[in-house]
């Protein structure tokens, strides 16, 4: 499962603030050991009030999902983290998530991240596959 989460390039980030409605946004991201860390970056976005950083502070537990699908349904799979996200504060674990995910995508290397980095700890991954 690890491997297949490492290896995809988008996942989808599932959080619900106070209002316990459900919110999911596609991400890019890199995994460290136990930690998932994603930056709010440069593309357009219509505010920078993102609901899903509201929610991560009033409701840390959050799902990510990957998954692949083909027209042959014997390859389908898919692989969820269930975690507890937070904002990260400390400047050197900031820098270490960006040079991480610069090293991952390239367009982050012309166009560092200059938003949060949301850290968030694994507490469980599961997954399926049709295999």
């Known amino acids: 499962m690890r491997k297949r989460f490492a290896g ?62 083909e027209e042959d349904w014997s390859k389908l799979w898919w692989v969820r983290v269930d975690g507890t996200a937070r904002v990260v504060k400390d400047h050197a674990e900031v820098e270490r998530a960006l040079d991480l995910l610069a090293d991952r995508y390239r367009q982050y290397r012309s166009a560092r991240p200059d938003g949060p980095v949301v850290a968030i700890s694994i507490d469980r991954m599961s997954g399926w596959s049709s295999a």
């Open 8 to 69: 995809a390039s988008v996942a989808h980030l599932a959080t619900a603030g106070e209002d316990a409605r459900p919110h999911l946004v596609p991400i890019t991201f890199v995994l460290d050991g136990d930690t998932l860390y994603f930056a709010v970056d440069a593309k357009p976005k219509r505010t920078t009030d993102l609901k899903r950083l509201k929610n991560i502070a009033v409701n840390s537990a959050v799902a990510v999902l990957v998954d692949h699908y």
